[in-house]
């Protein structure tokens, strides 16, 4: 099995050498394919205005001056096929923070996964909830990611799926079980912008996350997470609101 392993923190990332051990669990034909800087927040953005560049940055390792869904593309389009062919699976992550209820549409982590999923190939994100600024606890998903994602490439999923794995902020031994959800919506607004000044005067902005926890119901991927146990919710992209679109359809037959 070939593994194609991206994400959007940057090809410096921990999280990122996370996941190559990760996938080395599963496969001897392991793949990086990063951007060259950080893309956090970068959600679905393609580059089409600048050319996309390709740097080498080691053994079947290469850092791309773009975006995670440039990385997905040129990944599986571009850099794998020159060595025969393309990947058969695509893993994204692991992301330094949880990408769960509406983060799954800001997340370039999970985007990348999505383009891996429109190019027909499955894709998994996997990120790292983490509630403390000074502490990852990156070996949680080192010790459960492996026998989660052998179990669900088994069982194998729909081709208009992603799964999206989140793992809880504790140690390995602390983890509780999986459980399937579905994607939570938070009851607050957490995206503020602080006010700042600049040493000549002029203000400016810098986006931040107010980390206040929302009272979700179980099921959720948002409850999962609080109380310590490994989300794994499968993802799609039709937004449609079907309720919304019966109700107009009457309104304009």
């Known amino acids: 099995m070939r593994i194609l392993c991206t994400n959007d923190d940057g090809i410096h990332a921990d999280g990122l050498s996370v996941l190559e051990d990760i996938a080395r669990t599963l496969s001897d034909d392991v793949w990086v394919?990063?951007?060259?800087?950080?893309?956090?927040?970068?959600a679905r953005a393609l580059t089409l205005r600048d050319p996309v560049r390709i740097r080498?940055?080691?053994?079947?390792k290469f850092a791309v001056a773009g975006t995670p869904t440039d990385c997905a593309q040129m990944g599986a389009s571009h850099i794998l096929p020159k060595d025969g062919k393309a990947p058969d699976l695509i893993l994204s992550g692991v992301n330094n923070g949880q990408n769960i209820a509406e983060?799954?549409?800001?997340?370039?982590t999970i985007a990348a996964a999505?383009?891996?999923m429109q190019m027909g190939i499955p894709s998994v994100a996997l990120s790292l909830s983490r509630f403390s600024r000074?502490?990852?606890r990156w070996d949680t998903p080192r010790a459960h990611a492996p026998g989660i994602l052998k179990k669900i490439i088994a069982a194998g999923w729909p081709e208009d799926v992603v799964m999206n794995l989140n793992f809880p902020d504790c140690a390995p031994e602390d983890c509780g079980p999986v459980e399937v959800t579905e994607q939570g919506h938070r009851d607050q607004v957490n995206l503020y912008a602080e006010e700042r000044m600049d040493l000549r005067g002029r203000t400016y902005y810098w986006y931040g996350f107010q980390g206040k926890l929302s009272n979700p119901p179980a099921g959720t991927d948002l409850?999962?997470?609080?109380?310590?146990r490994i989300s794994l919710t499968p993802l799609h992209l039709s937004l449609t609101h079907q309720d919304a679109r019966v109700?107009?359809?009457d309104i304009f037959s």
């Not at 409850?223 to 310590?228: D, H, N, Q, R």
Request: glycine share 14%.
């Open 33 to 42: 394919v990063a951007p060259e800087e950080d893309q956090s927040g970068a």
């Open 56 to 60: 080498v940055a080691g053994e079947k």
């Open 103 to 108: 983060d799954v549409t800001l997340s370039g």
């Open 114 to 116: 999505f383009q891996g």
């Open 134 to 136: 000074d502490n990852c």
């Open 223 to 228: 409850k999962a997470i609080y109380e310590g």
């Open 247 to 249: 109700a107009l359809a």
